[in-house]
């Protein structure tokens, strides 16, 4: 089925996920040919969650030996964590080839907003991990509607808040509905914690030092006393931070591949700025979706 998506043109459901047809022909591509190796580590996030973050905080954790992180040159000071950290479904989407990851270091590490049900078998019987983050559903919202009215300027399409927000509710969003992308993930992480690392925006915000911590330690690198001493998780934190990553010459003015600016990933960073937008009625409409999706799940959601 397709229906009248966002930025003007059609998505499309394929195993239950809404998707542009740009993106369907990468996700099937990359469950068709994608080979999964036992070291690799994949993050997987809904869009707009922080994913541009996790990448860089992935990045500096796994390849601090290789880049440390107070290198004068380090490579997340000059590249985007998008070129340094693919997408799967992207890159294997650009010239429908099987891409060369030989040139990738070993853990290699990619990203991906396909679903749980719909992931490369490659990646479910391979030893792979895969760190999944979320964000509260308010704040990925008002995130997703900056972006898509970003791109919108290039299709002139003036749909309003209302319209986009009544969509997410119905579950028409990319890689959506929201609800089924993150309780599959969730449920995987508590079914097969070895296997899936489960995260929050609001987590990683509230404490960062024992989230980055937690996830050294899941991916089996914790950080050495040494390390600790030196400075380096609070270095790793303070590269990656939004007003670090947002002042870099190419996160400001640099573009991506596919002519995205990489600006548009870096607007405020804040918990909560859902409030600024939603009216009592959205709020109430989301409020009662939340509730009746996630219950009974364990999953809580932190707002402000
Ligand atoms: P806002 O639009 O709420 O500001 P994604 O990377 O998944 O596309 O998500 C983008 C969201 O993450 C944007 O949220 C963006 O500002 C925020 N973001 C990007 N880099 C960040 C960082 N280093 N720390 C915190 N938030 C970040």
């Not at 040919?33 to 954790?61: C, H, M, N, Y």
């Not at 479910?124 to 008002?142: A, E, G, H, Q």
């Not at 030196?230 to 934190?237: A, F, P, Q, T």
């Not at 590269?239 to 400001?252: A, G, M, W, Y």
Request: proline share 6%; charged share 20%; with cysteine.
């Amino acid at each position: 089925p397709k229906e009248k998506g966002w930025i003007g043109s059609y998505i499309y459901n394929y195993q239950g996920c809404w998707i542009p047809p740009r993106l369907l022909q990468g996700m099937i591509a990359c469950q068709q040919r994608f080979q999964a190796e036992d070291s690799d580590i994949i993050l997987v996030t809904t869009p707009k969650s922080g994913t541009t973050w996790l990448k860089s905080l992935l990045f500096a954790l796994i390849y601090r030996v290789k880049h440390p992180i107070f290198e004068p040159n380090h490579p997340l000071l000059v590249k985007s964590p998008h070129v340094l950290v693919p997408f799967l479904e992207h890159t294997l989407y650009v010239d429908g080839q099987v891409p060369d990851f030989s040139t990738f270091t070993s853990p290699r590490l990619f990203a991906t907003h396909v679903p749980f049900a719909s992931l490369p078998k490659s990646v479910l019987d391979s030893k792979t991990k895969l760190v999944y983050l979320c964000r509260n559903p308010k704040d990925t919202f008002i995130s997703m509607w900056h972006f898509a009215n970003n791109l919108r300027l290039h299709h002139k399409d003036t749909s309003s808040i209302h319209e986009m927000f009544d969509l997410f509710c119905e579950g028409l969003s990319i890689y959506g509905p929201f609800w089924n992308h993150v309780l599959d993930y969730w449920k995987q992480s508590i079914e097969n914690p070895n296997k899936v690392f489960f995260l929050m925006y609001e987590e990683i915000k509230e404490k960062p030092k024992i989230q980055l911590k937690r996830l050294a330690e899941f991916l089996k690198i914790p950080f050495s006393i040494e390390e600790e001493n030196c400075g380096v998780v609070d270095e790793i934190l303070r590269v990656c931070s939004f007003e670090n990553l947002r002042s870099l010459e190419v996160n400001t003015n640099g573009k991506l591949s596919t002519g995205e600016g990489n600006k548009a990933f870096f607007r405020r960073g804040e918990i909560g700025d859902w409030r600024n937008y939603f009216t009592t009625e959205m709020n109430y409409k989301l409020n009662h979706i939340i509730e009746e999706k996630f219950q009974g799940s364990g999953l809580k959601f932190s707002y402000v």
